[in-house]
T-cell receptor, first 117, second 114 residues
Framework: DAGITQSPRYKITETGRQVTLMCHQT?????MFWYRQDLGHGLRLIYY???????DKGEVPDGYVVSRSKTENFPLTLESATRSQTSVYFC????????????????FGNGTRLTVT | AQKITQTQPGMFVQEKEAVTLDCTYD???????LFWYKQPSSGEMIFLIY??????QNATEGRYSLNFQKARKSANLVISASQLGDSAMYFC???????????FGKGTMLLVSP
């Protein structure tokens, strides 16, 4: 089925470990995004990507690394997980900020709930 | 300063009543878009409604309407005839001109009681 898929849905890791959250979309959307959701903060942008090999920082990028070698994939890596990175992570995509897509919403995956112990 | 402010952490409404969820925004751009998302307890983010800054009419999608007051920089979501399934977290978001990203508010939790 077409859509945006995140994996895993749940992950528990230990402080200091590296963990990668996966995101795959089948719409061939040019733009992809990573947000984290925390109580009292809403959704905050971590990184986004306008196309393959083009990425940019969002509001809260520290401690995270992204890559986008293929249009359909946008993995998010926590190089050395900390407890403050315990959160729900959402990947999203959309076609891009052209005139025809200015009003286009972001399409979200179902999220990954990450717990760092 | 926050770009999107949702002042109501929680709202209660009885089934079949209408409810308004508040959203104010801050931008100096003339071109922008405003979005509302619903997040039920299952966790997914569901797009509800969009309002463009140049749209003269308030947006409507079924039981959802957006009360857009440009001069006051407010974009309140109105849900008519609330249903139990409307119980969820609701997020207001904005996209400013030239940006691909959405900036979200902190959300409002809506509980609909029988």
């Amino acid at each position: 089925d077409a859509g945006i898929t995140q994996s895993p849905r749940y992950k528990i890791t230990e402080t200091g470990r590296q963990v990668t959250l996966m995101c795959h979309q089948t719409w061939s959307h040019s733009y992809m995004f990573w947000y984290r959701q925390d109580l009292g903060h809403g959704l905050r942008l971590i990184y986004y990507s306008a196309a393959a090999d083009i990425t940019d920082k969002g509001e809260v990028p520290d401690g995270y690394v992204v890559s986008r070698s293929k249009t359909e994939n946008f993995p998010l890596t926590l190089e050395s997980a900390t407890r403050s990175q315990t959160s729900v992570y959402f990947c999203a995509s959309n076609g891009g900020p052209s005139v025809s897509s200015y009003n286009s919403p972001l399409h979200f995956g179902n999220g990954t709930r990450l717990t760092v112990t | 300063a926050q770009k999107i402010t949702q002042t109501q952490p929680g709202m209660f409404v009885q089934e079949k009543e209408a409810v308004t969820l508040d959203c104010t925004y801050d931008t100096s751009d003339q071109s922008y878009g405003l979005f509302w998302y619903k997040q039920p307890s299952s966790g997914e983010m569901i797009f509800l409604i969009y309002q463009g800054s140049y749209d003269e009419q308030n947006a409507t999608e079924g039981r959802y309407s957006l009360n857009f007051q440009k001069a006051r920089k407010s974009a309140n979501l109105v849900i008519s005839a609330s249903q139990l399934g409307d119980s969820a977290m609701y997020f207001c978001a904005m996209r400013e001109a030239g940006y691909s990203t959405l900036t979200f508010g902190k959300g409002t939790m809506l509980l609909v009681s029988p």
